[in-house]
């Protein structure tokens, strides 16, 4: 198949008249068709977007029924609009409408490629209560044990993460250690056979709490 | 419509069929042709995948072919490339916004793969080859043929790499609990491999058809 | 923006997740191109010519379409985009250098249906990389694609004069091989 060289002007005036309202035509139909299309699912998929957001928020934070958008503005935590642009944390809110935690979105180099997880964070317990991979390309059988074996995600219950005296970091660093060497209520039960992608785990989280932490307990 | 065509009428009845039935087996775009392998390979690690995908190639290829099958006489032979791959463009667009309507969870597992649609060898060679030189009618069946063919290769591979992989068939388990499942056939070698045995499986059948 | 960060793109594009044997993209070429050492390797450096050139473009464009707001022309804008880098390189091939222009044939213009090129830029906006980690994911991806290439070309240029039996002869014995090579290219992961 050859690709018609469309530089070169035609020499026959009617015949490049009849390509341009052909090329004119044809695109004019396909915008159309295109924001027709875009206009007419906007709504159903604007509201299955937000469902499965919510159902990956409320899983990660027990007792959760609502929730609300939120970004540092200043070093203020202030409510935002949904379709807000930059880093978006969401505070969950219990049936009579008091905070009990906070869904943190993180991500960071695993074994194949980018994790992205999302993480419940409780500031009154200063722990993180549950968790949940929404991205990772790791290895099927090995490494995306990080999302289905429930020892290691058993960790994430309730993982201690209580800041250092001054507040601005994290009294323990979260490490993840070997599989049944857990032995501090901030260490990582890793899994054997996904010793790296746990490990990331680890990685992802710590850093991303030890920036997060302290920037909540201020506000 | 010239007197020839007029001719031909009764013969081209019976071939609105034939269009029909070449994509299924004769000339089947995967097994036949090898058009289109990056979808074949990649999405096919579960049968549900490789049915969407399937269907959602098959609605870009008919509604191409139709439109580009009407239009046939109105678009100058200069352009006709550009012109194919807008209105494939566009059709796939539509459809990844219908995806995204039916399922985010689907949307997610298929990824990059349905914008991808639009450099499908398969889409752009029936449009060339076939529906900018023939009916509406034909183009039509010639269309759905090859989407069906093209689905069924897809089926194919996933059915097998699902079972094998992780025992199931869309979900459903039926080999035993116990069953060891074969990892490698829902990483990317797996797709490497189950397509070649397929290969292998038709080229031994052909072999024994003429030997016959 | 430190330089291990950009290694790791690049390594991650180039050989973790290799274009052809990790996701899939690109195998018309890998089938159709790969019988002679000497066409892949020229095959290889035209398309990763393509692919740099399309990934500073397609970066351009989505800042034009998300200023405007119009997210749905994303796929449209890109392969025009595509389609006129590879006539431009046409036509830049044909005046520098018309013994180049005459290997590549019809290689050249067949580019533009290469779901590499496609894959990679849409990649590359559904990572949000900027554009200097756009450039380096370029780069790395069709080093990728040469790589696989060659390997393959290689394999079969030995193959041809291999006893293999008739009905694993063309495709099937290519896709085994193309299996092997993508167990083989899964032990790169864990560099990054």
């Not at chain 2, 949307?107 to 030189?133: D, M, P, Q, T, Y």
Request: glycine share 8%; aromatic share 10%; net charge neutral.
């Amino acid at each position: 198949m050859n690709l018609p060289n469309q530089s070169i002007p035609e020499e026959n005036g009617a015949d490049s008249k009849k390509m341009l309202i052909a090329m004119v035509g044809i695109g004019a139909f396909c915008a159309l068709l295109i924001v027709l299309i875009f206009e007419g699912t906007k709504e159903r998929r604007a509201f299955l977007k937000a469902e499965a957001l919510e159902k990956a928020i409320f899983q990660v934070i027990p007792n959760a029924k609502s929730m609300k958008p939120m970004q540092f503005i200043d070093g203020q935590l202030t409510e935002v609009d949904k379709e807000a642009k930059g880093e978006t944390l969401y505070a969950g809110y219990n049936e009579s409408n008091q905070l009990v935690g906070y869904a943190i979105e993180a991500s960071g180099q695993g074994y194949a490629d980018i994790i992205k997880v999302l993480y419940g964070y409780d500031p009154q317990k200063q722990a993180i209560v549950g968790f949940q991979v929404l991205e990772s390309k790791e290895t099927p059988g090995l490494g995306d044990k990080i999302e289905k074996q429930e020892s290691f995600l058993a960790n994430f219950i309730s993982l201690d993460v209580t800041l250092n005296a001054d507040k601005k970091g994290l009294a323990n660093e979260v490490v993840t250690v070997k599989q049944g060497e857990k032995s501090n209520p901030w260490e990582i039960d890793g899994i054997t056979g996904a010793t790296i992608s746990s490990r990331a785990i680890g990685d992802i989280i710590n850093s991303s709490i030890q920036e997060i932490g302290p920037k909540i307990s201020n506000k | 419509m010239n007197v020839a065509v007029k001719e031909n009428k009764k013969k081209r009845e019976q071939k609105s069929t034939d269009e029909f039935i070449k994509g299924l087996w004769k000339e089947n775009p995967v097994f036949v042709q090898v058009l289109g392998m990056c979808p074949v390979l990649a999405v096919t690690n579960t049968s549900m995948n490789a049915l969407a995908m399937g269907l959602a190639t098959s609605f870009v290829l008919l509604m191409s072919n139709i439109l580009i099958s009407l239009l046939r006489n109105f678009i100058p032979k200069q352009v006709r490339i550009s012109s194919y791959i807008l209105i494939i463009a566009t059709f796939v667009t539509v459809i990844d916004y219908v995806i995204q309507a039916i399922s985010v969870e689907l949307h997610k597992s298929l990824g990059a793969f349905i914008s991808l649609i639009v450099v499908n060898c398969l889409i752009l060679s029936r449009a060339e080859a076939f529906a900018s030189k023939n009916t509406l009618k034909h183009s039509v069946m010639d269309a759905l043929g090859m989407g069906i063919g093209f689905t069924f290769a897809l089926l194919c591979l996933g059915v097998v790499r699902e079972v094998l992989g992780s025992g199931t068939v869309f979900q459903f388990q039926i080999l035993p609990e116990n069953f060891q499942s074969w990892i490698i056939m829902i990483l990317p070698a797996g797709g490497f491999f189950t397509l070649a045995f397929w290969l292998l499986f038709f080229n031994y059948l052909k072999e024994r058809k003429a030997k016959s | 923006m430190n330089t291990a960060s950009l290694w790791s793109i690049f390594i991650n594009a180039c050989l973790i997740n290799n274009f052809v044997l990790a996701y899939f993209l690109g195998i018309c070429p890998f089938l159709g191109v790969s019988g002679k050492v000497a066409t892949a390797s020229k095959m290889g450096a035209a398309v990763t010519f393509v692919m740099v050139i399309s990934s500073l473009c397609a970066f351009g464009i989505n800042s034009i379409l998300t200023a405007i707001n119009a997210p749905y022309l994303q796929l449209i804008s890109y392969i025009v985009v595509i389609a006129s880098t590879v006539q431009l390189v046409e036509m830049f091939v044909k005046k520098m250098s018309p013994a180049l222009f005459n290997a590549l044939g019809i290689f050249l213009p067949l580019i533009t249906t290469n779901c590499a090129i496609l894959g990679l830029v849409l990649f590359q906006t559904a990572k949000g990389y900027n554009i200097l980690e756009g450039f380096v994911y370029a780069l790395g991806a069709g080093a990728g694609f040469t790589i696989a290439l060659l390997l393959m070309a290689g394999l079969r240029e030995q193959l041809e004069l291999a006893d293999t039996p008739k009905i694993v002869k063309g495709t099937a014995i290519t896709l085994l091989i193309a299996g092997i090579l993508s167990l083989g290219f899964m032990g790169f992961s864990g560099l990054g």
